[in-house]
């Protein structure tokens, strides 16, 4: 049982314009969300994250929106910029527990 | 170093050798895990530590894997007999505590021949 999707395994933007890369999870003990980002060769590298008495934090040009009667999270960056191309992995995990990952979702920014 | 470092990079193997991996987390963070990235997946967990113990192996794919972890510092993932399937590239993290933000390493990419 997949507890957080990304069910979107890829998207592409053009630079300038805002990426919106959507998460749900079924677990309604989650209380802690994160985004992780990832290059090749690399490990993922924390992005954003928001607790579930939250529904936004924003950081730059990350925003990160949390839906919890849906269960479901979202990432938007703008402006979206040709570095920001790589996987993104929404995660989540309740109370003492270790994080879900969600399997990813490619961004590809265009110039 | 400051953050969590993984050893070696890269690992080629033939099939049905023994590989062990290694992870050093970063330093006072009790909490260790193991993941592991195929080709076009996601990141698929495999073994949880707290201190020495581990809580949750649940994800280890066959009896072929084990892990260690000495001191509540470093950690060892041993896979036996590899097999093809097994190519994919090992993960390590640690946090703080057993939950929240974790700490990735930039992984072991492990190729059987």
């Known amino acids: 049982d997949q507890q957080v999707k990304q069910n979107s395994p890829s998207l592409s933007v053009q630079e300038g314009r805002i990426s919106i890369l959507n998460c749900d999870y079924t677990?309604?003990?989650?209380?802690?969300f994160l985004w992780y980002k990832k290059y090749p060769a690399e490990g993922p590298t924390f992005l954003i994250s928001i607790s579930s008495i939250k529904d936004k934090n924003e950081d730059g040009r990350f925003t990160v929106f949390l839906n919890k009667s849906a269960k479901h999270l979202s990432l938007h960056i703008v402006p979206s910029q040709p570095g920001d191309s790589a996987v993104y992995f929404c995660?989540?995990?309740?109370?003492?527990?270790?994080?879900?990952f969600g399997k990813g979702t490619r961004l590809s920014v265009i110039a | 170093g400051a953050g969590v470092s993984q050893s070696p990079s890269n690992k080629v193997t033939e099939k049905g050798k023994d590989v062990e991996l290694r992870c050093d987390p970063i330093s006072g963070h009790t909490a260790l895990y193991w993941y592991r990235q195929s080709l076009g997946q996601g990141l698929e967990f495999l073994i949880y530590f707290q201190g020495n113990s581990a809580p949750d192996k649940s994800g280890l794919p066959s009896d072929r894997f084990s892990a260690e972890r000495t001191g509540g510092s470093v950690s060892t993932l041993t896979i036996q007999r590899t097999q093809q399937e097994d190519s994919a590239v090992y993960l390590c993290?640690?946090?703080?505590?057993?939950?929240?933000?974790?700490?990735f390493g930039p992984g072991t990419r492990l190729t059987v021949l």
């Open positions: 677990n309604s003990m989650f209380d802690y």
């Open positions: 995660a989540a995990s309740a109370g003492d527990t270790p994080l879900v």
């Open positions: 993290a640690s946090s703080p505590r057993g939950r929240g933000l974790q700490f």
